[in-house]
């Protein structure tokens, strides 16, 4: 019978593990309508981890996070924040525990302008992150400084992402559910992206990373997961990516 990735973790390591994880995901099914995306995901990231998710386009990376925020129609298994359980609670339950998602879309409020975004988030009442102000966000994203009065929809796409991932640190949220944030973006831009992961691993935030570019993902992660046909297939540290080159050759086209 199959096991699991986090099965094949021995009692010892399960029982540090329980108590380290900001994010456990076990089992994990999701449905849109009828058709069934995900099959039994399992997947964990400890606290002031990053973590990608790596697969080609349709293997369920996104569902996989929609599923955790509860966006998607049906799911089931269980979604642990903080190891409190979270399947049956709907999307704004799961972000008032300091959880932010950043999709793919971005979702900014392009009528408004730069510093109306920022000024709008609330703050998420049982995150245990603190609202990042303005003055550390326009240093952490100097691109948003320049850009505060300007309209949603003259911001470039990098300066829209930017502020998109801006918009979820002044709610408080500590674990982070990142979505192709580097795609389509100029070279200059993701690795100001770059920097910024690093910046806010070193200060305890969690991040969930889906990423297609395999070359800005590698270098910022901890843990690797490896998705195909809604299942993940394969599972490693950062340490083993070396002799898993062949593999994600096979797997992902890189």
Known sequence: MHRSHIELLDDADKNSVACEDALRVTGLEAWYGDSHILHGVDLRAAR??????LGRNGSGRSTTLKAIMGLTDTRRGSVC????????????????LGVG?????????????????LLLPPRL??????????????AMFPNLAERRASQGTRLS????????????LRTGADILLLDEISEGLAPVIVQTLGRVIRL????????????????????LADRFYVMEHGRIVDAFESACLPEKTATLQALLNI
Do not use: W
């Open 125 to 138: 009442p049982n995150a245990k992150g603190i609202p990042m102000p303005l003055d550390e966000i326009y």
């Open 157 to 168: 796409g990098g300066e829209q992402q930017m502020l998109a991932i801006a918009r979820i």
């Open 200 to 219: 806010l691993k070193s200060r305890g935030f969690t991040i969930l990373l889906v990423e297609q570019n395999f070359r800005f993902a590698a270098p």
């Open 81 to 96: 924040i903080d190891g409190r359980e979270t399947i049956g609670q709907e999307p704004q339950g799961v972000a008032r």
């Open 48 to 53: 002031g981890e990053v973590v990608t998710l």
């Open 101 to 117: 998602y950043c999709p793919e879309e971005r979702g900014i409020f392009a009528a408004l302008s730069c510093e109306e975004n």
